[in-house]
């Protein structure tokens, strides 16, 4: 099973992942829960991670470097761990090159580079509005990156709507709540909807 954690920055999706994944690997049903990320680890995302704080290349090379670290974080670990038959949880995928690319490509020309990679079993997307996100990422302290301001992720969480919405038409299955309260709150909200899809291992 693949599951796909979406939101704006500051959502909240990274934590929520790894309350998740605790909650599986307690079931060990299956024994072996595989928790990623994008940008990945491999040597297309670290290019990417610097470039998101240090822009040494123009915005307009990211698309293709999502794609590509994409295309290696399919073949490096996701589809290697779903074939093994693990739960495999990953932090975004490609509706945030949709969402977030589609400022400096066209969506569609975005959805046409992702065209070929498989959907997930489920998408969760945590919905928390811009002014929180802001307050969360401010608290966290870190060096901002090129995304984290009240501007871009207001034109983000627009461009997300339709991302959703082109994604929901082709029968995505896309789990939606809101991050609003305590985080385990929010993973209580999660393992409901899990259960109510059908998604929860029995
Ligand atoms: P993020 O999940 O925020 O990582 P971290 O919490 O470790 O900083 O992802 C980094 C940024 O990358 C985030 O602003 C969203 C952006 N991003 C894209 O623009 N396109 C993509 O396809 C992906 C996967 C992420």
Redesign the pocket.
């Known amino acids: 099973m693949f599951i796909v954690f979406e939101g704006l ?1 500051g959502s909240g ?2 934590t929520q992942l790894r309350l998740l994944a605790s909650a599986l690997q307690r079931l060990n049903h299956p024994p072996e829960v595989l928790m990623t ?3 990945s680890g491999g040597p297309v995302g670290r290019m ?2 610097e470039l ?1 704080v240090q822009q040494t290349m123009g915005e307009a090379v ?1 698309p293709y470097l ?1 794609t590509a670290d ?1 295309r290696d974080h399919l073949d490096r670990t996701i589809l290697p761990g779903l074939a093994r038959g693990a739960v495999v949880l990953s ?4 509706l ?2 949709l969402a ?2 589609s400022t400096s490509l066209p969506m569609e020309r975005v959805d046409v580079l992702n065209g070929d990679f498989p959907p997930p079993d489920a998408t969760i997307m945590i919905d928390v509005p811009v002014a929180e996100c802001l307050n969360r990422i401010e608290k966290r302290g870190q060096v901002r ?4 301001t009240r501007e871009r992720l207001t034109t983000i969480l627009a461009a997300y709507e339709r991302a959703l919405a082109l994604r929901q038409s082709r029968g995505d299955r896309i789990l939606r709540l809101s991050g609003m309260g305590d985080p385990l709150e929010v993973h209580n909200r999660i393992v409901e909807l899990l259960v109510a899809e059908g998604l929860w291992p029995s």
């Open positions: 920055d999706g990274t990320a994008e940008p990417i991670r998101l990211l999502f994409r932090d975004r995928y490609l945030s090159s977030y690319q990156e090129i995304f984290e």
